[in-house]
């Protein structure tokens, strides 16, 4: 939902969601109310780009899915499990060259909305710079043991 509070004009978002399932479709019906489905580009594919599905007939889907990522301001893809990297990629792939700059995030992330603009001012201020990361926090830390020792880890990773 953060996504929505983001302040960077014509910001375009794209989803992608690892699995194609009945079960995985709750993801897409989240995106569509939090996005507005009137205004979200959405399908569902049978297959990923490293799939055997892109054997012939297969390529047809991998055209649809840069057809509605390339031409909706919000967009939302199923495909079938692959990871992680195979969701980015899927991105990645379909976005192509049609942007100048791509923000990552996982499902349970929360934007601040300034966080593009600042990102972007590091990556504009000086040309050796290639990437640039936000502030991780665990937010519900104090709530079990395993949420402290993630933001102790967290906090390591990103400050020592």
Same mark, same amino acid.
């Given at each position: 939902r953060s996504v929505k509070?983001?302040?960077?004009? !014509?910001?375009?978002? +794209? /989803? +992608? +969601?690892? *699995? !194609? @399932?009945?079960?995985?479709?709750? /993801? /897409?019906?989240?995106? =569509?109310? +939090? /996005? $507005?489905?009137?205004? #979200? $580009? #959405?399908?569902?594919?049978? *297959? =990923?780009y490293h799939g055997e599905e892109m054997q012939g007939t297969g390529k047809e889907g991998a055209r649809h899915v840069t057809e509605v990522v390339r031409g909706c301001r919000y967009s939302c893809i199923m495909q079938k499990? $692959? $990871? @992680?990297r195979e969701v980015m990629y899927t991105a990645f792939k379909a976005l192509g060259e049609s942007v100048d700059y791509m923000q990552v995030c996982d499902s349970d992330t929360v934007l601040d909305p300034a966080c593009t603009v600042e990102m972007l001012n590091i990556l504009e201020e000086d040309p050796k710079v290639g990437g640039v990361g936000g502030d991780v926090q665990i937010l519900n830390k104090y709530d079990s043991w395993i949420s402290f020792l993630s933001s102790v880890r967290y906090w390591m990773a990103f400050n020592v």
């Open positions: 509070r983001i302040a960077f004009p !014509n910001l375009k978002v +794209v /989803m +992608v +969601v690892d *699995g !194609n @399932k009945p079960d995985d479709a709750y /993801m /897409m019906d989240i995106f =569509n109310e +939090v /996005m $507005g489905a009137e205004q #979200t $580009g #959405t399908y569902v594919w049978k *297959g =990923n499990w $692959g $990871g @992680k």
